[in-house]
C-alpha cells in the first residue's frame, strides 16, 4: 500500500517484516518454539516480580531494580513478540509505518532504559560491598526511585531522537524489512536518501546509551574487585563475588549482542545474521535473567520455597 502525496512521489504507508522464513511448515515449527519461549520468560520475570512484592526479606535495594529488571524485560520482549508470533501465521506480514514507528520506539526505549538499569545494579552492588555499613543510609529508598526515574527518563528521551531520526527518512522505494521487527539499522538501510549523517548520529547515540554505561559498569567492578581482594576471608571473598556474578552475566549477555548490532560499521551490515543477534539479546536475555538470578541467588530460592509452602498449608 503507497499513500501518493501532491509531489507524486510515492511513500511508504506500511512495511511487510519478511522474518525468518517463507516456508508455511517452517513457520508453524518456529511459532511453537517461539511462542514456548516467549510464555516461558513472561512467567519467569513474572514468578520474580510476585515474590519480592510477597517476601518483605526481598524488600532491599537490590531486588527493587531487579523486580523493575524483570518488568521491563516483560516489556522488551512483548514489543516484539507478539507480532512476531502472529506474521509467522499471517501470510500478509504487514506492519503499519506508524506500528513500526511505535515499536521501534518502545523497543530503544525499553532497551536503553535497561541498560541505565545496569548502570544502577552496578552502583548498588559497589555501595553494598564497599561501604556495607553504610549501606541503607546512602541507598535511601528516595534515592532509589529517583535512580530508577532518571533511567526511564533517559531510556525514553533518547529512544525518541533514534527513533525521529530514523523515521523522518524518506522511505519511497521497497517496503520489505529483512526482520522480524522494526529495527532501527534494518528499517534505514530501505531509505531513499544517503543515511551516512543520520548512520553518525546514531553511532553518537549509541556511544551514549552503550559505551558509556559499559565505562561505568566496569569502574564499578574495578573498585568492587580492589574491596573484595582487600577480604581476608577466602569465604567471605567467594560470597561477595557470587553476589556480583548474576549481575556481570546479563550485562555480558544484553551487551555483547547490542554493542555488534548498533556500533558496526554500515558496510558489515549482514540482515540474516542481524536477525539471530537481535533475537538473542531481545528474547533469550528476556527467558535467561530469571533464571540466572533464580539459581545463583538463595534469597530468591529460599522466597520461592516460602511462597511453596504457604500455598501447600492454605490448600
Known amino acids: ?3 501518493i502525496p501532491e509531489q507524486n512521489q510515492s511513500w511508504v504507508s506500511e512495511f511487510i517484516l519478511l522474518g525468518f522464513s517463507s516456508d508455511p511448515t ?9 511462542l514456548l519461549i516467549y510464555l516461558s520468560s513472561f512467567m519467569g520475570n513474572g514468578l520474580i516480580i510476585l515474590l519480592i512484592c510477597l517476601d518483605t526479606h526481598l524488600h532491599t535495594p537490590m531486588y527493587f531494580f531487579l523486580c523493575l529488571l524483570a518488568m521491563l524485560d516483560m516489556g522488551y520482549v512483548s514489543t516484539t513478540m507478539p507480532q512476531m508470533l502472529v506474521n509467522l501465521l499471517d501470510h500478509s506480514q504487514t506492519i503499519s509505518f506508524a506500528g513500526c514507528w511505535m515499536q521501534m520506539y518502545v523497543f530503544g526505549a525499553l532497551g536503553i532504559t535497561e541498560s541505565s538499569l545496569f548502570v544502577v545494579m552496578a552502583y548498588d552492588r559497589y555501595v553494598a560491598i564497599c561501604y556495607p555499613l553504610h549501606y541503607t543510609v546512602i541507598l535511601r529508598w528516595g534515592l532509589c526511585i529517583r535512580l530508577a526515574a532518571g533511567s526511564l527518563v533517559c531510556g525514553f528521551l533518547s529512544s525518541l531522537l533514534h527513533t525521529f531520526v530514523t523515521m523522518r527518512l524518506p522511505y519511497c522505494g521497497p517496503n520489505k524489512v529483512n526482520h522480524y521487527f522494526c529495527e532501527g539499522p534494518s528499517v534505514r538501510s530501505l531509505a531513499c536518501m544517503d543515511t551516512h549523517l543520520i548512520e553518525m548520529v546514531d553511532l553518537i ?6 559505551v558509556t554505561p559499559i565505562s561505568l559498569i566496569v569502574a564499578s567492578y574495578i573498585y568492587i574487585a580492589m574491596a573484595i581482594m582487600k577480604i581476608k576471608s577466602s569465604q567471605a571473598r567467594f560470597k561477595a563475588f557470587s553476589t556480583c556474578a548474576s549481575h556481570l552475566t546479563v550485562v555480558t549477555l544484553f551487551y555483547g549482542p547490542a554493542s555488534y548490532i548498533y556500533m558496526r560499521p554500515n558496510s558489515n551490515y549482514s540482515p540474516e545474521q542481524d536477525k539471530q543477534i537481535s533475537l538473542f539479546y531481545n528474547t533469550f536475555t528476556a527467558l535467561l535473567n530469571p ?3 533464580s539459581l545463583r541467588n538463595k534469597d530468591i530460592k529460599r522466597a520461592f520455597l516460602k511462597v511453596m509452602a504457604n500455598g501447600r498449608m492454605d490448600l
Not at 26 to 34: H, K, P, R
Not at 205 to 210: C, D, E, G, P, R
Open 291 to 293: 533464571v540466572v538470578y
Open 205 to 210: 547515540l549509541s556511544v551514549f546509551v552503550i
Open 1 to 3: 500500500m503507497w499513500i
Open 26 to 34: 517452517t513457520n508453524s515449527i518456529l511459532f511453537t518454539v517461539f
